[in-house]
Nanobody, 124 residues
């Protein structure tokens, strides 16, 4: 069974930090190909950070230098350390496979598995 479970969200003031965790169950997931996404109210879901090309970390421009994606010791677990948080980081955060693999799975297999997400709220 394929399942994604995100945790670690919360409410912080601008400049604060949070660490999100994602547990992925199912043999289709690999920590070297996982990523984080977020969806703010009224906006489309966007990619935030991901391991690509066999494990190289990549980030969207708005979080570079502030967010760090990492693999946890537990199997199929990835984390997102978020520092210097800004109000514009407020969103529901989700994990899944990285964006390139996600596009491939969606187009070939109509893949649409997402977890419940974890809410991050940053106040000014």
């Amino acid at each position: 069974q394929v399942q994604l479970v995100e945790s670690g969200g919360g409410s912080v003031q601008a400049g604060g930090s949070l660490k999100l965790s994602c547990a992925a169950s199912g043999s289709i997931f690999s920590p070297n190909a996982m990523g984080w996404y977020r969806q703010a109210p009224g906006k489309a879901r966007e990619w935030v950070a991901a391991f690509t090309n066999g494990g190289i970390a990549n980030y969207t421009d708005s979080v570079k230098g502030r967010f760090t994606i990492s693999r946890a010791n537990a199997k199929n677990t990835v984390q997102l350390q978020m520092n210097s948080l800004k109000p514009e980081d407020t969103a529901v955060y989700y994990c899944n496979v990285g964006p390139d693999l996600l596009r491939l799975w969606v187009s070939r297999h109509n893949y649409d598995t997402w977890g419940q997400g974890t809410q991050v709220t940053v106040s000014s």
